[in-house]
């Protein structure tokens, strides 16, 4: 269980930061950055948990729980398509997490992340590996980006239905895999990752 040993060590303002979205074919990188100003209730705490390791329910039970808790200062942001085929998926996620960190509103002493690689950061920061399952801060900010991307590919599923983001996130199942080879690539899919570059390679080879 996530604890707040790290954050309550410090002292000072410390937020907790975490990206949802790496592995998609599709949609952008989103993170989340989420800075408590007291040690949490323990009926928010028990909420609270690597976002991959909570149902769907109960995702959405702690991100309303942290949207409704005055104490709790969030900051969400993502790294587009385009940012992504840009600077590659490590450093377009780093991106969102910087700036979702500015988003915040107030500048931490101390930034949480986690992995094993911080982003450019106006404030020291120190990275977790297997933060979101160590960190209240990060599991929080794990929630915050999960939920926020998952909403956000719903969306994107209505305005180009067949490829079921609505219910794969854009991850590459065989449903989506499937429907690229039906439907074909639209300007939100990863065009430099492996299964959608390939199919474009497909798509343009001579018979």
Same mark, same amino acid.
């Given at each position: *269980?996530?604890?707040?040993?790290?954050?309550?060590?410090? +002292?000072?303002?410390?937020?907790?930061?975490?990206?949802? +979205?790496?592995?998609?074919?599709? $949609?952008?990188?989103?993170?989340?950055?989420? *800075?408590?100003?007291?040690?949490?209730?323990?009926?928010? /705490?028990?909420?609270?948990? =690597?976002?991959?390791?909570?149902?769907?329910?109960?995702?959405?039970?702690?991100?309303?729980?942290?949207?409704?808790?005055?104490?709790?200062?969030?900051?969400?942001?993502?790294?587009?398509?385009?940012?992504?085929?840009?600077?590659?998926?490590?450093?377009?996620?780093?991106?969102?997490?910087?700036?979702?960190?500015?988003?915040?509103?107030?500048?931490?002493? @101390?930034?949480?992340? =986690?992995?094993?690689?911080?982003? /450019?950061?106006?404030?020291? +920061?120190?990275?977790?590996? $297997?933060? =979101?399952?160590?960190? @209240?801060?990060?599991?929080?900010?794990?929630?915050?980006?999960?939920?926020?991307?998952?909403?956000?590919?719903?969306?994107? $599923?209505?305005?180009?239905?067949?490829?079921?983001?609505?219910?794969?996130?854009?991850?590459?199942?065989?449903?989506?895999?499937?429907?690229? +080879?039906?439907? $074909?690539?639209?300007?939100?899919?990863?065009?430099?990752?492996? /299964?959608?570059?390939?199919?474009? @390679? =497909?798509?343009?080879?001579?018979?």
């Amino acid at each position: *269980m996530p604890h707040y040993r790290r954050e309550a060590r410090h +002292g000072g303002r410390v937020a907790g930061v975490d990206e949802v +979205g790496r592995g998609p074919l599709a $949609g952008p990188v989103v993170a989340a950055a989420v *800075m408590f100003a007291r040690r949490p209730s323990r009926r928010l /705490a028990v909420l609270l948990d =690597d976002s991959k390791k909570l149902t769907a329910e109960a995702r959405e039970a702690a991100h309303q729980a942290l949207l409704a808790c005055p104490d709790v200062r969030i900051g969400v942001s993502a790294a587009s398509v385009r940012e992504i085929a840009r600077l590659n998926i490590l450093h377009a996620s780093l991106l969102a997490m910087s700036r979702a960190v500015t988003r915040l509103g107030v500048q931490p002493d @101390l930034v949480l992340v =986690d992995g094993n690689r911080c982003p /450019a950061l106006p404030c020291a +920061g120190e990275a977790v590996i $297997g933060g =979101d399952a160590e960190c @209240l801060s990060i599991a929080a900010a794990s929630i915050v980006a999960k939920v926020t991307r998952d909403r956000l590919m719903v969306r994107l $599923g209505r305005r180009c239905p067949g490829y079921g983001w609505e219910r794969n996130a854009g991850y590459g199942t065989l449903h989506h895999r499937t429907a690229l +080879g039906l439907l $074909g690539i639209t300007r939100h899919h990863r065009q430099a990752f492996g /299964a959608v570059r390939q199919l474009g @390679l =497909d798509l343009v080879m001579p018979a």
